[in-house]
């Protein structure tokens, strides 16, 4: 089987959610680095939108308004094309 992380980027619609939780730290080692590891993902996807929230990993159940604007605006975005 073959893992996904040896293939190409699949490039289709994505709309990523990243947190700056700083609980997660420790894992991460540096937080820039996470970010820029999604930042990269999202440069070669055609249609993406990348959204850098202050909120913890759980961030849909504390800003849950937001989370559901992010979404229709991109689903608007993509309908319109």
Known sequence: ???????PIPDVPTLMFV???KILEPMMQDM????LIHKNYMDNVSKGKLVELEASHYF??????KVKIEIDDFIET???E
């Open 1 to 7: 089987m073959k893992a996904l992380h040896d293939g």
């Open 19 to 21: 947190t700056n939780d």
């Open 32 to 35: 820039d680095n996470w970010l």
């Open 60 to 65: 849909y159940t504390e800003i849950p308004d």
């Open 78 to 80: 993509l309908a319109g």
